[in-house]
């Protein structure tokens, strides 16, 4: 195959519209640049890029890694040209106003027109906002999370200095209610993080009856919506996460990142608040970069100074072409997605050579082969997960609990309470298109780890 390259032409085309903008400047004679040295370096940094896995192609179903649209690569290259700083408005005019309209739209995304949010760098700085605007305003308060919410909040927690605890899950992965509620009994919580798409299983926490539970307690709830937040536009959730996604609206916070299901370059994260009062929060004096204007300027209500203008322009330009709309081309893709996992999934549960955890809610699948223990199994996956690299198909490994896998065979020797399981991550809408090659690759794998253990007992 061969990489996109189709764009590059409208690519020059906007840069040299771009370049018309500073036509009125004096010229000035720019360092001079070896075209011959420079050419011998970009093939050098081509020939070092070769050793990466083929994250853009769909037989690349591991981790969470999913291509920028070619519009947004090429606006993000574009901005580079000026390399302007979404700090404040002095470094980042025209990115800052791009920045506050893409916000903008992706909170309107979640019902909200009146509220506070920027970019950051990704969902960990995200979600560090986030837990210190909950901190500061419920000082003292703890921090409550499922034991499958993503591991940054315990150590966001640790370093803002807030205490946190984690509340069970139930046999989807989803925060167990129950355990929540008793909990909350004993007092003393100030938010409670709900996880809008687990990283390991794509499971989604029951909003609304934690929202009940709020009505009850008065924490404020965070929703973490890094990974999943985008699948409020998708028609074909299951029942749970429709619910929960029907609700997001209602939550304090909100943070999602782009840079996963948005088509954007990394680092893009974004973080919004339902109250824009907590604005106060930042407030800071900055006399030399605040000068310029008595607008608002983005550095006034984030943690994070220098911020790239670029990102602002990659996601402005994407939004522009695939607006964030239920029905539309975006949220089509979101949906083929999905369906791609629900395929993978229908196979896997058919075939009695492998035990599957429960059915997927986002575009996350989790399964592991049989055998007679669940060292063997683990054992398995990663011997599968091998063999499949071997043969092109790129997946990931996992280990969950043995209770996420409600299926397993009684006869199972449950000698570890953690399972080494395969996990696919179906982000890219062509997936849906390649599952029946997907599945070929992985019987090969599979039938050849078994000849291989098949071999070894017989020498053994």
């Known amino acids: 195959m061969q990489l996109e390259q189709e764009t590059l032409a409208a690519f020059l085309d906007a840069l040299k519209k771009l370049d018309t903008g500073f036509a009125g400047l004096p010229a000035f004679d720019a360092h001079a640049i070896d075209q011959k040295q420079l050419s011998e370096v970009l093939t050098a ?35 580079m040209w000026i390399n302007p700083n979404n700090h404040a408005l002095d470094g980042g005019r025209a990115t800052s106003a791009m920045e506050k309209e893409a916000v903008g739209q992706i909170a309107s995304m979640f019902g909200w027109e009146n509220f506070l949010g920027h970019l950051c760098g990704g969902g960990t700085m995200a979600n560090l906002e986030a837990l210190w605007v909950a901190g500061q305003l419920r000082p003292g308060k703890k921090i409550l999370a499922s034991t499958q919410a993503h591991y940054t909040h315990n150590r966001i927690s640790s370093v803002l200095q807030l205490e946190f605890e984690s509340v069970p899950v139930d046999s989807e992965a989803r925060m167990d209610i129950d355990a929540l509620r008793r909990r909350l009994e004993h007092g003393d919580v100030g938010t409670v993080v709900v996880t809008m798409g687990t990283t390991a299983t794509g499971s989604v926490d029951p909003l609304p009856e934690i929202l009940e539970l709020r009505s009850k307690f008065g924490f404020r709830a965070h929703a973490d919506a890094a990974y999943g937040g985008y699948f409020t536009l998708s028609d074909n959730l299951g029942a749970n996460a429709n619910a929960a996604f029907s609700r997001i609206t209602e939550v304090d916070s909100i943070v999602i990142d782009p840079h ?14 339902r109250d824009p ?18 607008e608002l300027h983005l550095g006034e209500i984030s943690l994070e100074c220098s911020r790239p203008g670029a990102s602002a322009a990659a996601l402005w330009a994407t939004q522009k072409l695939l607006p964030l709309v239920k029905r539309g081309e975006f949220a089509q893709r979101l949906e083929r997605s999905r369906s791609a996992a629900l395929a993978l999934y229908k196979k896997a549960r058919s075939d009695d050579r492998f035990v599957t955890a429960f059915a997927p809610e986002l575009d996350i699948v989790v399964f592991a082969p049989q055998a007679a223990s669940i060292s063997e199994i683990s054992a398995q996956s990663r011997s599968i997960f091998a063999a499949a690299a071997q043969r092109g198909l790129h997946l990931a490994v996992a280990d969950l609990p043995v209770t996420l896998f409600s299926l397993l065979p ?51």
């Not at 996963?260 to 608040?273: D, R, S, T």
């Not at 395969?422 to 000849?451: F, G, N, Q, Y």
Request: hydrophobic fraction near 35%; charged fraction near 20%.
């Open 45 to 79: 940094a081509a020939e070092r890029l070769h050793d990466n896995y083929p994250y853009f192609h769909p037989l690349y179903a591991g981790q969470m890694l999913k291509p920028p649209h070619p519009v947004a690569r090429l606006a993000y290259a574009l901005a």
């Open 260 to 273: 996963k299901h948005g088509l954007q370059p990394y680092g893009c994260g974004c973080v919004l608040f």
């Open 410 to 460: 009684h006869s199972v020797r449950r000698d570890r309470e953690t399972i080494t399981c395969l996990r696919s991550v179906l982000m890219k809408p062509e997936h849906l298109d390649w599952i029946d090659r997907i599945w070929e690759i992985l019987m090969s794998a599979t039938d050849a780890t078994h000849v291989i253990r098949s071999a070894t007992n017989t020498i053994g």
């Open 277 to 294: 009062n907590v604005g106060t929060l930042y407030k800071h004096n900055s006399p030399y970069t605040y000068f310029s204007s008595a």
